[in-house]
């Protein structure tokens, strides 16, 4: 019964920023790990970034340490991704899901989102 909604995608330049935020509704309570993955054409999805939300700790795949950072809102049921220095190699669909563990792979995630694009033009 929890949906996610994924949003702030968008076509920025190599080199900008955005800030993707994934809203979860039907939520009744708050999920062990939240996790961002995405999705180029042609490609496995792959994970990018997760948040362990009672402790706030944080994992990112290293071709983003350093570039995007994940954050939560408690009160909004609301995970961020904010994406810096982006690059041509990140465009992608972006999804949010919850995952039981702190994990890298997608089959231990669920209730996964739509997705948003984001392309990052060179």
């Known amino acids: 019964q929890v949906q996610q909604v994924e949003s702030g995608g968008g076509l920025v330049q190599a080199g900008g920023s955005l800030r993707l935020s994934c809203a979860a509704s039907g939520r009744t309570f708050s999920p062990y790990v939240m996790g961002w993955f995405r999705q180029a054409p042609g490609k496995e999805r792959e994970f990018v970034a997760a948040i362990r939300w009672s402790t706030d700790n944080t994992n990112y795949r290293d071709s983003v340490k350093g570039r995007f950072t994940i954050s939560r809102d408690n009160a909004k049921n609301t995970v961020y991704l904010q994406m810096n220095s982006l690059k041509a190699e990140d465009t992608a669909v972006y999804y949010c899901?919850?995952?039981?563990?702190?994990?890298?792979?997608?089959?231990?995630?669920?209730?996964w989102g739509q997705g948003t694009q984001v392309t990052v033009s060179s």
């Open positions: 899901a919850d995952g039981r563990v702190m994990a890298w792979a997608p089959d231990q995630y669920a209730y």
